[in-house]
């Protein structure tokens, strides 16, 4: 089988390295572009990037030389991934996107808008169908499609299938999130900063999971996405840990539950689910793995779950006093699961089971 | 004036370390007897001690030979600072109290007991009348003063004044606690489990929190504590930081309010139940600080607002979608405010606001 | 092929997880027996290890049942790897030797002994012939190999190419030693002690790398081994690492030399010595790595190198001053080729090259 | 007494932050004027500073307005303390100084100027008479003073006593150092570089080492400084500890020694070269403490000594196999001895013991 050929803007960012990573031997898809800033552009992708995470650079993307961004001047590609800064992000992939290039991005602009798909593959496969809606609302040749934020992602994996068997009335979450989710730019986390602390606070990240998560949970009419309805607010803090978000949830269900029914939810969900089984190689066998132990899920012992693609729950407790209410704690590699990996299984979705929407 | 003499049980370990800080150059009152295990008996503090705060051990305290733990062989002081583990206290607590002394413990057991009196001065200073309920029902001539938990001391700080004010229905709170709450015994948080990670999970702490802080915040009747009645749920964490208690508080109040409303309580509060006005030392100008900033307040810059005493709050918000709710974090670190330092300052009031009750 | 059986003494300390984990699926060795203390002994491994390493307990060792460290009832065994504390070692690993069981050792006792082999595979294979030695000596069935000091592997790898080739005068070595090396017994490095710290000294760690280098380096005479001579000097110290050993060499070399033949040496030294071309499954492809960027070695990024195999080796500079002296970085994974890796690896070549040694 | 007017240039970096702290209640010195690019310029002082270091902004300086970096513009100021950049400092120190101000600058360039005194108090403050030749050479009303390397400074503090009393042959040292080091600005050390890693080198470090050590440790002739003449190699290391520099040293005396003596020599330094007894409020009572615990000196517990203007220096031990060698650690805190303290303790000296200099 011929590979779909992939370019990846904002190459050298850190969820840009998680994107080489994933893609550099990928059974379908082939990087033929790595595109950066003007100031990297001509250079070796080794040369222009400061790699930070644990394998080295694959050797086969070492000595690509590196693009500049620019629509007009990349070569022809079946899919566009980008992890482009937001405010570049917004200006330029309309423009891929009006070129005809098929853009899935992990960019925060736009993923509010109403012909936006928002995609968590497990969870609402279905919204892609707004891509039909976008390009002829917008005339585009190519389209559009977003990746949610990383800490959105994993809490909407843990609340669909509450959502769907016994529903949500409210929803109050407090998360720990990896330095990673930061980046290496000009946002990145210091040393200075993060050793010995806490910074309890993320700009942006509240309202993004306050909102993203209604989206995504949200039902496609026909034409558009309609939002869920229910109360969730969120508090948002960066801990010293290298990756994966925890995440305190607690939750006020549409009824009283006992636990057994919630972890069998979860399972069933984590098998029916799973998009392993139409041959996608990220999608996890398992989007939700739940553990027994007292103590889990911990960040570094639980991240790399499914590759870094399931999400890990563990501790579900009824809450006294509130009948209708849970509580427990959900932990995501932020970098796989809430970045580069949950985009490629977007495009992995797209090229294998969608093949429709982007021809 | 003659200082009272203080005799410290559990002198070596982590909060016994604080003690011995913050009671070496006191100005009310002398070190007369440091009380460790069978093991340490006879030796130089320097020697068992395996000192890991920040200062040095205070000079004249270095070289005092340590006692065992014996409450027949403990020379006569005024008070009876303890920071025994609380299997050992549950045991020998009570034969010190029977014998007439004063103790104020650290120690988990019997905080719940209707006639020990659980202690945040600022709070409930009225409730150290059970002294009275318990040596007539104990028939001591000592008595067993509690110091609280230390994540709920920091909760129940920044929740009195919202409930005194507003009412207090429903609070569901996320800790991340610093792995000096762990202290440096048996139960010791290791270097392996920590850094890099998170464990979401303190044994027992959950409860602490849940029910320590519906006495604390209760009514004394007369003859017993009458506990206050709200729902509070709680999930604590242990992260990598060396000292300070960062607590995500959601609340829902009695009534719904404005964002400077609250400010202007917590202020209020911080002024008129501030004990500094009475001379205690260790008692903080304010026990609350409010902090402006976006990103405040943070375990590594703020735990030692006040000397370790205040808590600090920030980022306090209003809850979309549910009038009464407010969010917020609060600080405070774990070991002053929430073991040692709170529990001299309970020492502080009662030889010099309360004498009536402990002679 | 059938397996060969093995057991694992002190299977639930940190040494012993990462036997379990390099044993659990390995091509020539099958976990038959899991030795632990008395108060583990009977229950399922799952139930009294307290698991801190990356990966989850393999599958099918999770519910194996620990026995109780007895030489008399341990069952027929190929070989035994020990990961016991040094002063239970001393006591009982004779005693399985006598009774006649191949005993590959990583604990600390009896390593400068005349005639007990202390092995780095790549270095001094020919030591093994001491187990004639030995085994006439102590008239033994069994055997007593040693596994050197992690730091000492890790170091004598990066020295012995430069012994062979230009000689060395003197050596002059500080270490940054991660927290894995200490364990998670009662010498466990604790978070208070080590978050923002660093401890300029590990207890005997010195006098084990000046001492085992020089018998590591030394000739198989016949009948002993001749300690090299060259004067060693190492500063250890504790660094807030996870895994990772990180040496500062100085060495003052036979003769003056270019970075270049430095290079080449190690280079050639890599191939030549590499045990990959036997087949041996921990053996990695190159047993010295090297880096040419101006930062590396660094323990998170380089620790995995050779599944943890490989030293790595950096920043190799000339010295102002000295002809003959140059200077580098050395990385080793304290645990994988620093003890459980390196152990394995000699009981492959045991199995594998030398049989007629253990029959 | 009038305090000397004195300006800030850098004030908002993390060695101006120290500035700051040290200056805003300092019984000789009152700061008049807060220096900082363009983009701050105008703006208050709170406002325009990512503050990172323990304590808050003093009270009488969060709303000082910052001030533009231009010589012309500059008021009426005793002393200017300078923490540029090195690439800035490079052009516009000297136009400073040109125009007459008095410039101690903690920037690297022009410390090895021969015209060019490089001070650490205690060591060298006969070198300041250099000052009279750089103005007769460069034909300055004004004066440019440099502060060391913080490496150095700390390294030569320890290496000072050796070499007056047995000589110096050879040093050895290897460097663990922290990240406030780096600073905040565009060389800071991130959080994912840092956490769980070590990063092997720092840019320029070992050569300012080597070549600073020299000139300190040399002799003013009348007209030069003659640098001492011994070998000197440095590795230079960043770890995850957040202020303190620690450094292993190896040193070949000019004689053989005894431990004792060289720990009389020490002792005897930091009493007779102690800057106390004259009245300068920075300078340490003891330029160097001694420590006798196996485990010491450590970053956490130690940096703070001397109000962070010791250097501590343990382990003192012989070295097997060379007669004339020891070897020790020594720690000193970076941003206080090795810059803004060590810079104060410059501009002390100047006004009160050598006001002659600099008028």
């Known amino acids: 089988m011929d590979k779909f050929k992939v370019a990846i803007l904002g190459c050298t960012g850190l969820v840009g390295q998680r994107f080489v990573q994933l893609l550099a031997n990928h059974p379908f898809f082939e990087i033929e572009a790595l595109v950066a800033s003007e100031k990297s552009a001509g250079r070796k992708y080794y040369e222009v990037t400061k790699w930070v995470i644990e394998s080295e650079i694959p050797e086969n993307i070492r000595d690509m ?9 990349l070569p022809k590609v079946d899919l566009v991934f980008s992890a482009l800064p937001a405010d570049i992000a917004k200006i330029i992939e309309p423009e891929f996107a009006r070129r005809g290039f098929i853009v899935i991005s992990n960019a925060s602009n736009e993923r509010l808008e109403p012909d936006v798909p928002l995609i968590v593959p497990e969870i609402n496969l279905d919204h892609l169908k707004l891509i039909e809606v ?26 669909k299938p509450l959502l ?26 210091l040393g200075m900063q993060i050793v010995d602390n806490i910074i309890p606070f993320i700009k942006g990240e509240e309202e993004k999971v306050e909102n993203e998560s209604l989206k995504i949970l949200g039902q496609f009419t026909g034409s558009e ?26 939750v006020e269900l549409g009824k009283e539950v006992e636990i057994d029914d919630v972890i069998k939810v979860f399972e069933k969900f984590s098998v029916e689910k799973s998009l392993k089984k139409f041959g996608l190689p990220t999608a996890p066998e398992k989007p939700i793995v739940l553990r027994n132990e007292i103590d889990r899920p911990q960040p570094r ?11 890990v729950i563990g501790r579900i407790r009824k809450v006294k006093g509130v009948k209708n209410a849970i509580k427990y704690l959900v932990l995501g590699h932020n970098v796989i699961r809430g970045a580069a990996g949950n985009t490629v299984l977007i495009g992995e979705v797209l090229t294998k089971l969608m093949p429709e929407l982007i021809t």
């Open 164 to 189: 769907d068997e016994f529903g949500i009335e409210k929803v109050v979450v407090t998360t720990m999130q990896a330095i990673s989710g930061a980046g290496i730019g000009s946002d990145a986390v």
């Open 65 to 73: 030389r590196v693009i500049a961004l620019d629509p007009d001047k």
């Open 134 to 159: 976008q390009r002829k609302k917008r005339n585009w040749k190519g389209v559009l499609v977003k990746n949610p934020n990383c800490t959105t992602i994993i809490l909407t994996l843990s609340l």
């Open 225 to 250: 996405i309609k939002w869920i309805n229910f109360m969730i607010t969120a508090t948002t803090t960066r801990v010293p840990v290298l990756d994966g978000h925890l995440e305190s949830v607690y």
């Open 301 to 311: 012992l639980d991240r790399m779950e499914g590759n870094g693609m399931s999400v």
